[in-house]
């Protein structure tokens, strides 16, 4: 039980350059979730997927795509990155007593 | 707005003291909150709920309070270990259909031996 997977653990790009977050649950959650961590702003959300096949925006989406895939796999992405994305994401998934949130082991992403 | 406040981002202590941390909030109504620990370069871990119309729960060396009048929890750590070194977050959730948790930006406990 792998839980919450994360690829890749750490990223530098160039702005302007895109790339997808990939994130994989193996726990048959229904809800998962995309976050980024910045010092002194906490944890916020950026997207969400309530079930396979929805999503919805959360605190900070502007820059950011998501795709649920299948009820395992919730994809970010960048379609083109900003040295403000600079963060380190986590992607999380809920069960449906809708409680308890799993992380995974974070992204750490550098644009320069 | 919503607002979550926990009130130290950094608090020091000795080890075998209780270590307590205080979170705020303004303008929820939160059916219940939670606490998770954070280890450097890890993602957040949960280790307590609790309901609205419970004051108190306990898990071990863990205990949390929950004042809905205060708008306040208080999360205490008895004979604490420099292994408990960590930042420590208190999540509400939003309300609403869809689950959502709003996280407080954490205080960093250091536990000195």
């Known amino acids: 039980n792998a839980g919450v997977t994360q690829t890749p653990k750490f990223q530098v790009l160039k702005t302007g350059q895109s790339m997808t977050l990939q994130c994989a649950q193996d726990?048959?959650?229904?809800?998962m979730y995309w976050y980024r961590q910045d010092p002194g702003m906490g944890l916020r959300l950026i997207y969400y997927?309530?079930?396979?096949?929805?999503?919805d925006k959360g605190e900070v989406p502007n820059g950011y795509n998501v795709s649920r895939l299948n009820k395992r796999e919730f994809s970010l992405r960048l379609e083109s990155a900003a040295p403000s994305q600079t963060s380190v994401y986590f992607c999380?998934?809920?069960?449906?007593?809708?409680?308890?949130?799993?992380f995974g082991p974070g992204t750490r992403l550098l644009v320069l | 707005s919503q607002k979550i406040e926990q009130n130290s981002e950094a608090l020091n202590i000795q080890e075998g003291k209780t270590a307590t941390l205080t979170c705020n909030y303004t303008?929820?109504?939160?059916?219940?909150l939670q606490w998770y620990r954070q280890d450097p370069g890890r993602g957040p871990v949960f280790l307590l709920l609790?309901?609205?119309?419970?004051k108190e729960k306990r898990k071990e060396r863990l205990k949390v309070t929950f004042d809905t009048t205060l708008k306040q929890s208080l999360f205490h750590i008895t004979a604490s270990q420099p292994a408990d070194s960590a930042t420590y977050l208190c999540?509400?959730?939003?309300?609403?259909?869809?689950?959502?948790?709003?996280f407080g930006k954490g205080t960093l406990l250091t536990v000195n031996p």
């Open positions: 999540a509400l959730d939003s309300g609403g259909s869809n689950y959502k948790l709003t």
């Open positions: 999380a998934s809920a069960g449906d007593l809708k409680e308890t949130q799993y």
């Open positions: 726990m048959n959650h229904n809800s």
């Open positions: 609790i309901r609205e119309n419970e």
């Open positions: 303008n929820y109504s939160p059916a219940y």
């Open positions: 997927s309530a079930s396979e096949g929805t999503t």
